[in-house]
Every structure is written in C-alpha cells, then in structure tokens.
C-alpha cells in the first residue's frame, strides 16, 4: 500500500515545488511517485475548459478545487493541500535532508525566499486569474504577458538583489542542498520563460537554477516529464 | 535597548498579522511595540502618491520596499521579511504560546488555512495590483471592487466548508489558542468588509472572527488603532 494519493496537473508550477519536494525527500517514483513508500499521483485537469467538468469531483475531496493535494493512506484519509504546507509536512516528518537552515534566522530568510514567490509572484500569474483578466477586462494576449512580465520583474528584481547583497556566486542559497527558496525559485523561472520575460537581469537566480536542474529532482520533475503532458511537438 | 525595528503600515493587513503575531508572543507596546523588550515601530506609508518618495529610502533597507519587516537589533543588523516567515520566526524562538498544532498533519492544515489566505485571496488585493489594473485595464470602483469580491468569495468559501467539514462551532480553529490560521483570517475579513462583501455566507468564519477580536492582542493591533492611521471622522 503506498503513502496515499498525489493530486497534481503537469503544469501547475506549485504542483511542481511538490514534485521536487517529494523527489528531494526520497519517495520513490520520478513522475508518478509510485510504489509501496511513494505517493501514487493523480493528474487532475485545471485547464480551463476542461476543469469546468472535472472541477465537481475535485472540489468534493478539495474545496479549493487546487493542486497540488496529497491525500494521507489513514482512516479516516487526511487532505493535505497548499504546496508551502506540504513541504513543511515533508520537513518535519523527514527531517533529511533539510529544507530549511538550522538556526531561526536562517529559516526566516529561507522561508521569505520562498513566499516572495509563492504570494507576490505566482498568484497573479495563476490560471484563474488570467482568465478573469481576459473576460472581465477583455484583455488580450499581449496585455496578459505585460501583466505576467509586470509581477515577474517586479518580484524577481530584489530576490537578485538579494542573492547579491548576501555574497552569493554559485551553487545553493542557504547551504549546501537545495531548499524552500530553490523548489520555488525553479518553478517560477520556467514560468518566466514561458510568459517570454528576459532573464538577462537575473544572472545569480540564473546560477541557482543552474545547479538545481543538473539534480534529476529537479530536471525528472519539470513539467513536460510529467505523463500528463501533452506529446512533444 | 529594543528588539529592534518593525517597519509597518496601519493598513497593511500582513502588518496586522505581525502585530497580532508580536502580541500573542508577549512583545510589550501594543501598537507601538517598543520599550526594552519589545520593537520600535516605524510607519511606512505605502499610499500610492506618497510611497514614490519613501519607497527609496525603505527599498535600500528591504528590496522589496513591501511592510511588514523586522529590522533585528545585531550586528550586523538582520532583516527578516514577509509575514508568514516572521511569524515561523516568532513561533521558533518563543514557543509559548504555540501558533500551530503539535502534530504535523495538525501543522499542514493550519498552515494551510494561513497560507490559502496569503497566497490565494490577499495578493489579488495589493494596493499595487489594484493600481495597475486602474493604470492598464482603465478599471473604474465598481471593476475594482468586483474583482476584489471575486477572490474573496472563491478564496472564504472553501475556508467556511474546511470549517464545516471539521465540525467547528464556535472559539478558535485548531485548538484552544488563536495561530497561524486566525492571525491570517482576521486581517483578511477586516479587508472583505472594506470591499464591500457580504459576508452572511460565511458564519463560521465570523465565529473565529468574534472570538479573536475578544482578545487584546487582535483588538488592539486593528488598523484604526495605529498611531500612523488617520484620526476618526
């Protein structure tokens, strides 16, 4: 029996912090997560036309109606949801290795890294949003990418700034293995590309995703590798 | 000699969750927060017309140029960011009382309703996206207060059925102190009230709500308490 259920879309990017988070942890199963200690992974569909049918059964074990979600193997069976959550559970119930530093400053900095990601960035680029943006204010393809370039630059701007100000040349932030600040940094420069900003600005956060994508946690988890992704063209 | 500095806005509602957090820890000066114990506050005011002048001068403290943040009183000097990671902060160095639950699946869930506030509802309310959706969408008060009602209802929706589904009647949610979950969600429907929300939907959350603000330490870190907040009309 394995640790429970996955729920994740190959695209969502915090579905992806999981995925690395999980692949870091050690549970088994690059992709699906599978096998007797790994999580079995569910693909859920938030592509917007599709979603408005299969957002029901979802959001009957998920209110929210988002991924990533685990769902414990326990009687009764527990809903974990909010990738930062999970990767706090993964932390604690896996100490090895860390996610975070050992010393409380160091854990501040870390988890601040990683929220200047998870709350000043990726909401506004979220799925939802740029729909709402396109039948509320009619906004085109050109305005929604100026709306992504918008919060892309202004959020990714002082996380460069802060890697300079610390001395950081190469490697990881806050150590010798990655952490929050990296499983959310990496996710959110694939984004960046896709909404085709220039990261020419950010060469240090250019390092960091250098050393992350050379671990198989890291490139095995990126989103087309996922099985729900649509063939290569 | 203080703590340090905590950079602040009256009506930031992440600042308010650091209020709340620094009052529930112990830390004297409720509103001020100073004293030899505690932090000096310092208001940073982040209207739109104003924050152009002061933004440079608090952006070579903290990139960002966002509140709230701790300036620790070291040397050299530590700046700590972002709500959530300041409160794990606080939550780490002065454990009593605790923010969250002792066991991890206990932690992931309140972590979760914490975090479905800070990166789901509060980013899409930022005074800086509401800007630019007036400045590039040409959005008018009744397109700004819609969108702002949008994310609130679809975000305090499946807070109120996480509440429903886990049998909350009444006092706090996951014990028998207020943490992580409630210091998020009071700021947040401070918030729904001042964009015009109806909140009848939601009476479970109003419950949390009437038995936070029975306590100083959420009652007296409320906007209009700050010193920097304008006087009563």
């Known amino acids: 029996m394995s640790q429970g259920l996955f729920y994740d879309y190959w695209r969502s990017s915090a579905g992806w912090r999981v995925r690395i988070g999980l692949a ?54 527990v809903l974990l949801t909010q990738s930062l959550a ?32 998870a709350c000043d960035i990726h909401p506004l680029n979220n799925v939802s ?9 009619m906004a085109d393809d050109a305005a929604i990418s100026a709306w992504c370039q918008e919060w892309l630059r202004i959020g990714l ?15 990881f932030i806050f150590g010798e293995a990655p952490g929050f600040a990296e499983i959310c940094l990496i996710p959110q420069l694939y984004n960046a590309r896709r909404f085709q900003l220039d ?7 250019g390092e960091v995703e250098a050393a992350c994508l050379s671990l198989p946690a890291f490139a095995d988890t990126a989103p087309e590798r996922q099985p729900d992704a649509p063939p290569a063209q």
Do not use: H
Request: charged share 20%; glycine share 10%.
């Open 24 to 77: 870091l942890k050690g549970f088994p199963g690059a992709g699906g997560f599978a096998g007797p200690e790994g999580f079995s992974r569910i693909a859920v569909n938030l592509a917007p036309a599709i979603s408005e049918q299969s957002g029901e059964a979802w959001r009957a074990i998920n209110p929210q109606g988002r991924v990533p979600a685990l769902v414990l193997a326990q009687d009764p069976p």
């Open 129 to 137: 949003v740029l729909s709402f943006l396109r039948r509320q204010f």
């Open 86 to 117: 999970i990767l706090e559970w993964l932390d604690e119930i896996r100490p090895r290795p860390a996610f975070l530093p050992a010393d409380p400053t160091g854990r501040a900095a870390a988890r601040a890294f990683a929220l200047s990601i």
């Open 157 to 171: 701007g002082p996380l460069e700034e802060n890697l300079r100000r610390r001395g950081y040349q190469s490697g």
């Open 199 to 205: 990261l020419a600005p950010f060469p240090l956060l």
